[in-house]
């Protein structure tokens, strides 16, 4: 899957993945109105107006982009009925060729993790039968619980050519809390990486790894340090736009060759209707709003690239 | 909730949570044959073997102690059948008067913790309702991003009169790998402990906090420190039986009244039927060997207790 993404990037040419992070709050008003007057104003209403809402943001813009990214937080708020919209979401992406980064940043011990690989990225036996849940291609990992927490990943991406991204540096203002605080005179989150790309020898694909780390983009400076640490690894880099990460920011987290990264924009492109440079598509272009900041965006990143 | 906690703890006599992490496995055959009957070999099947099982068990030995922990990722590894026998469970349980630890290790980003948070122990809004997706009583958190990863949980605590309990040391053999290392001179584990600690003073309950810890029985010297670190924080402590804690190794994770530490036993109570001991119950009378299970666990911790 590793392969499969650096080839999208390379036919895109949009090291770009959106971020399917609704909250009702982001959901133009007609689309919540026609959920709920068929579904009420109950879970299973907030569930139809959060997927009719990403159907059409897919929509508009899955000719440009290599993947999504949805965060299941956003779905699981709403209980089954969210994460009944969240399948579908995968499923509908996965339909329009898009490769789906499951953001779960789940993590457990051993046989714990296990039973979320099989949920999310492998296989559940089911007496003669095998399934596969939820079936995202890739999903994010917290490594606070160590090897053997990440091992049981590690065994479903060798086995079903799937990938993780291993929570490294996050995007968040207190991220070095824990995560920068210094080990033998070295940050937490450099030995966390060093762990990724020790991990990541052992389920390589072609030219990257199926172990990728998360790396914010609002910490550049140490994206730079990653970017060394984990040669092979490639970077999934949220921050971008509402969090405060801009195009020339990213720069440290790519190799020379323009790869090595993708950049993930949720907000930025998912509410963009509602940003004053889009507003003139109103509420009800709202998908067209999103492909327009998405051009924006790849030309952002783009031009960062070229003039590094 | 913490304040009910500590009252049934004292009802019951036993500081012990049944963890209810039901692999297929360790379901009896005549348990899965009557599902896979009803439903086929499908993770509707899986759920419903899933969910017989774990109310035979809840219904021999509700009665024995004060709470459940239900690990989501045993039910999430089958989709969203899982997931609906997950919500069943819970709230079976609660029907029941168990308290129900949701042992789900959520963490991210502010908004993204908000959401976890209002799904699994806070509210929702749709329009103008409200609603409890799935209504723990308590949840596990996972503390790598930091405060503002975890302020929206205690938010929520402080609100709804839930409670949290935070991973700080875990049960598992390679948690030293990162919550180990030494930060000026100390381990990260007891910097998390100590934030935890702070954490906690912005919910307390009646004489403790709605912020509670993890710390693997597995470790107990670390135990006895953070007991230290973490006076007013409940600990909620993995690793007994299959793990390999034993009573004895109990006793520094509790204070001097008894009080302070709730035990968890997940495969050694609800497959007890599978183990020599309790042989004779047979694979028919599951539910009866783990309460035999119970009593056997609530009277080594008793006795451990009594002889501190």
Same mark, same amino acid.
């Given at each position: 899957m590793i392969n499969q993404l650096v080839e999208k990037i390379k036919q895109t040419g949009a090291p770009i993945v959106a971020g399917?992070?609704?909250?009702?709050?982001?959901?133009?008003e007609q689309v919540q109105e026609k959920a709920f007057e068929e579904f009420g104003e109950t879970l299973e209403g907030a569930a139809e107006a959060v997927w009719q809402f990403n159907k059409e943001i897919v929509d508009k813009i899955w000719d440009l982009i290599p993947a999504v990214k949805p965060q299941i937080a956003m779905y699981e708020q709403f209980g089954l009925p969210g994460l009944a919209a969240f399948k579908k979401t995968v499923d509908y992406c996965k339909e329009k060729g898009l490769i789906v980064i499951g953001d779960i940043k789940r993590g457990d011990i051993g046989s714990t993790s296990a039973a979320y690989a099989a949920g999310h990225i492998g296989r559940v036996q089911v007496g003669s039968k095998s399934y596969t849940p939820f079936d995202e291609d890739f999903i994010t990992v917290n490594p606070y619980l160590g090897s053997d927490g990440v091992n049981p990943f590690l065994k479903v991406c060798r086995e079903e050519k799937k990938g993780i991204f291993i929570l490294v540096?996050?995007?968040?203002?207190?991220?070095?809390?824990?995560?920068d605080r210094l080990i033998d005179g070295r940050p937490l989150y450099e030995l966390v990486g060093e762990r990724v790309a020790a991990w990541g020898e052992e389920a390589m694909g072609?030219?990257?790894? #199926?172990v990728g780390a998360v790396v914010g983009a609002t910490y550049p400076e140490m994206g730079k340090t990653l970017r060394k640490i984990m040669p092979k690894a490639f970077i999934l880099v949220p921050g971008y736009g509402a969090q405060g990460g801009k195009g020339k920011d990213l720069?440290?987290?790519?190799h020379e060759d323009g790869l090595g990264a993708i950049v993930n924009s949720s907000r930025g492109i998912?509410?963009? #209707?509602?940003q004053e440079k889009y507003a003139d598509f109103g509420a009800e272009q709202f998908g067209e709003a999103s492909r327009a900041a998405v051009l924006d965006m790849v030309q952002d990143i783009r031009g960062a690239l070229e003039n590094r």
């Open positions: 399917l992070d609704p909250m009702l709050d982001y959901i133009p540096k996050t995007s968040n203002p207190s991220s070095g809390e824990f995560q072609d030219t990257y790894s #199926y720069v440290p987290f790519f998912i509410a963009a #209707y509602r």
